[in-house]
C-alpha cells in the first residue's frame, strides 16, 4: 500500500498554517465555529517519589501512578478492571516503546503496562514490547491492539518527539515523513498495521528534555525532574498538553518566549488534515490528582 504525504503546498491551504505560526505549532484557535463535542480526556499524573537522587526509578511509584492515570482516564476504581475496558483475553497486543539511547522508556514501566496487561487476561505469549524492529515482530505483525509508551523530548526534524511520532517505525521507510519539519507524521496512524488498534497513550515527563540543538542531541542541562506521565486514548490530546508543557517550561528557564524550532506542526495536522484525534487545548479536558508542585499547566 503506498503511503500518502501531504505536502507543504497542501498544508498551506487554508487556515491551519496561520495558526501555527501564531502559537508555536499548538491550534489553540483554528478558523472557523467549534462543535460542541465531548471533551477529550488527559491524565497527567506526577509523584515526588517515582525518582531518587540518583536518577534511579522506583518501581512501585511508577505502577501506582500508571494505575492512577489509568482508573482517572477510566473511571474504575480497580486498575485491573479498568484494563478489562481497553483488552481482552484474546488479544495480541504490541506494547510500543522507545529505546532512543539518551532518553528511552523505562523498563520499570514497560514492566508495569505489561503486568496490567496480563492481569487483564491476556497470556504473556500474546504480549511483546519492541520499538525498531516492530516490522520483523510476529507480535506487532499479527496484533489486534497497541499500547504506545514514550518519553518526551525535542526533536531535531519534529520539533518534538512524542506519541504521534513514536509509530514512524511501522513504516518501510521513515525518510518519506522527515520533510517539512514532520508535519505529515498523523498520516501513519492511517495505516492498516496501526489503525484503530492504540488502546492507550503513555508519554513520559519523568526528566523530559525540553531544548536541543542539531541531530541527536542529548544534554542533561535541559532535563529536569518534571517526575509525571501523561496518559490518554487519543495521541494527539496526549501531545497537545505535552508540548504545552514544554512551551511554559521553555518560558520559565529562558525568561523569553523561544518558539522550537522546528515548530512542532504534525500535532495540529495530525488533527486537522488526518483527523486522528483533538489538539486544541480548550477541547480537552486535562485531569491532574497527582503531585501538584510546579506542574506549570
Not at 487476561?121 to 489486534?144: C, M, P, Q, W, Y
Not at 495505516?191 to 544534554?219: A, S
Request: hydrophobic share 45%.
Amino acid at each position: 500500500m503506498r503511503e500518502k504525504v501531504i505536502t507543504r503546498r497542501d498544508f498551506l491551504r487554508g487556515s491551519v498554517a496561520a495558526t501555527l505560526a501564531a502559537t508555536m505549532g499548538l491550534p489553540l484557535k483554528i478558523k472557523g465555529d467549534v462543535k460542541a463535542t465531548k471533551k477529550t480526556k488527559v491524565v497527567l499524573i506526577r509523584d515526588a517519589d517515582v525518582i531518587d537522587r540518583r536518577g534511579r526509578i522506583n518501581p512501585k511509584v511508577i505502577q501506582r501512578m500508571l494505575d492512577k492515570a489509568v482508573t482517572t482516564l477510566l473511571g474504575k476504581e480497580d486498575p485491573v478492571e479498568a484494563w478489562k475496558l481497553l483488552i481482552r483475553p484474546k488479544d495480541i497486543v504490541g506494547i510500543k516503546s522507545n529505546v532512543w539511547g539518551p532518553l528511552p522508556t523505562p523498563k520499570e514501566l514497560e514492566d508495569a503496562l505489561k503486568g496490567r496487561i496480563m492481569d487483564a487476561g491476556v497470556h504473556e505469549g500474546n504480549i511483546a514490547i519492541d520499538d525498531r524492529g516492530v516490522l520483523k515482530n510476529r507480535i506487532f505483525l499479527n496484533s489486534t491492539t497497541l499500547i504506545n509508551v514514550r518519553p518526551l523530548r525535542t526533536h531535531h526534524w519534529a520539533g518534538v518527539g512524542g506519541c504521534i511520532k513514536n509509530y514512524i517505525m511501522f513504516t518501510l521507510w521513515p525518510p518519506l515523513y522527515h520533510p517539512d519539519s514532520c508535519a505529515d507524521l498523523g498520516a501513519i496512524w492511517r495505516l492498516p498495521l496501526v489503525k484503530d488498534k492504540t488502546r492507550l497513550n503513555v508519554l513520559i515527563l519523568l526528566t523530559p528534555l525540553f531544548h536541543g540543538i542539531g541531530p541527536h542531541h542529548f544534554d542533561p542541562t535541559y532535563t529536569w525532574p518534571y517526575k509525571g506521565i501523561l496518559v490518554g486514548t487519543d495521541p494527539v490530546a496526549v501531545d497537545a498538553v505535552g508540548l504545552r508543557i514544554f512551551e511554559l517550561k521553555r518560558l520559565a528557564y529562558f525568561g523569553e518566549n523561544i518558539p522550537l524550532r522546528p515548530p512542532a506542526k504534525h500535532i495540529a495536522i495530525a488533527d486537522v488534515i488526518h483527523k486522528v484525534g483533538t489538539s486544541e487545548l480548550r477541547q480537552i479536558e486535562l485531569v491532574k490528582p497527582g503531585w501538584m508542585e510546579e506542574v506549570l499547566i
